[in-house]
């Protein structure tokens, strides 16, 4: 069996993504699962998908603050 390795980038994204969702949680008290539903629901994964490279940047709070924002931009609780 072959086995394929990854390259840095998707295992950097990777790693920020299982790293940001837990944080998100964490911040507005919900658990790791219902963290990922709102966030798919409300667009917040679809940001973090494509802008994970300069949210990855910044300092976690404001990293989560602005996945957040956009969750609110697109319907999700204030």
């Not at 994204?13 to 790293?19: A, E, N, Q, V």
């Not at 911040?27 to 667009?43: R, S, T």
């Not at 917040?44 to 404001?62: P, S, V, Y």
């Amino acid at each position: 069996m072959a086995t394929q390795a990854i390259d840095k980038a998707t295992s950097d994204k990777i790693s920020f993504m299982t790293y940001i969702v837990p944080a998100f949680a964490d911040a507005y008290k919900m658990n790791v699962q219902d963290a990922y539903f709102y966030l798919k629901k409300h667009g917040g994964w679809d940001f973090l998908t494509e802008h994970w490279w300069a949210l990855h940047t910044d300092n976690d709070i404001w990293a989560v603050r602005d996945i957040y924002e956009i969750c609110c931009q697109n319907g999700g609780v204030k």
